[in-house]
């Protein structure tokens, strides 16, 4: 097993009785950029401290490598942390704060001088290496700890909502970055977010955390078009969730009927056992749906008549209510064309999809 993989074995931590991270299997392969996602209080914190090393497992085996570094002292590991309120040293300038881990690992001075003003250029704060930690704000203390933690290079790096203070553009920029450098170390990267965008966008994989539990582990496209459950369906952006009865499978796919009329339909049913009959929902991503006027030839679907048009840029979003009272309102999206003009509220459109954009 290369040295900068994380294994993960029935780790698990309680707070008195309250179970913060229930016995928990992950691996993080050498060199993977993974997020923890997931709502307020879900324990991507608790499992980042016990990667960190900063708390005790309750059970359960952490490796780095095939190292066992389940009680190793964080300063044991190989492992750069950026927490979001990990404190500066603040009797020591901007610039000693960063190269304090070098001098740490006795690196000559002038090679950690020089490598520390690289690191301040990185995040765009060249101009305050003389200054101390309280003379800086919430959001430049964080991009010096994250210079501070990339100065060194450790082979892992743990991220605890490390762009939470900073402004959008800014916050977008350093994403940007800790890509680049992610790619250009080759660095293990576990990052915490309950931002689902940034997760998308970062993370060669997404662990979606629920009440002390992993939800469901996949690439951002598998979590986005194949959730496994309601709450990563919801989780993860807008979507339509259709009731509808589960029909014979075919192979990886399912018959479905919709709605009171029962109109038939197909989706993907990975992992589902359900018998035939059994009451289900469906979901379909808004730019899976295509909208077809009911006139033109062949048009199937889900009828309904359109209660709002929203065109936001390069983004048309179009409402939907079902003629079937049983089905929930709908929302499609799709890239604004000419056409979109053409859409008007009260007109009585057809919703159809392809059966592999459809989940069970
Ligand atoms: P957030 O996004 O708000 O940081 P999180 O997903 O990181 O949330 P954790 O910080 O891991 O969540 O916390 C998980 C649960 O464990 C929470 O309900 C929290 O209150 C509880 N918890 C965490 N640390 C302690 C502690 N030291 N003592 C008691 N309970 C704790």
Known sequence: MSSSSLTVQGLAKRYGDFVALAPT???VADGEFLTL??????GKTTLLSL?????????GIVRIGAQDVTYAPPYERD???????????????????????????????AEAKKRAREALEMVHLPHIAGRYPRELSGGQQQRVALARCMVYKPSIILMDEPLGALDKKLREHM????KHLHRELGTTVVYVTHDQEEAMTMSDRIC????????????????????????????????????AVLGPRLG?????????AGIPGRALANGQDLPPGSPVRVMVRPQNLTITRPSDNGAAGVMGRVSDVMVTGSLTKVYMRPLDDALPPLVAAFATRNEAEAIRIDDVL????DSRDAVV
């Open 25 to 27: 299997d992950l691996v």
């Open 37 to 42: 996602l997931g709502p307020s209080g879900s």
């Open 51 to 59: 990667l960190a090393g900063l708390v005790p497992p309750d059970e």
């Open 79 to 109: 492992i750069g942390v950026v927490f979001q309120n990990y404190a500066l040293f603040p009797h020591m300038t901007i610039a000693e704060n960063i190269a304090f881990p070098l001098k740490m690992r006795k690196i000559p001075e």
């Open 175 to 178: 994403q940007l970055e800790i």
């Open 208 to 243: 979606l955390m629920n009440s002390g539990r992993i939800e469901q582990l996949g690439t951002p496209a598998d979590l986005y078009f194949r959730p496994r459950t309601l709450f990563v369906a919801d989780f993860l952006g807008e979507s339509n969730l259709l009731p």
């Open 252 to 260: 990886d796919e399912a018959e479905i009927r919709l709605g009171s």
């Open 350 to 353: 057809a919703l159809s999809w």
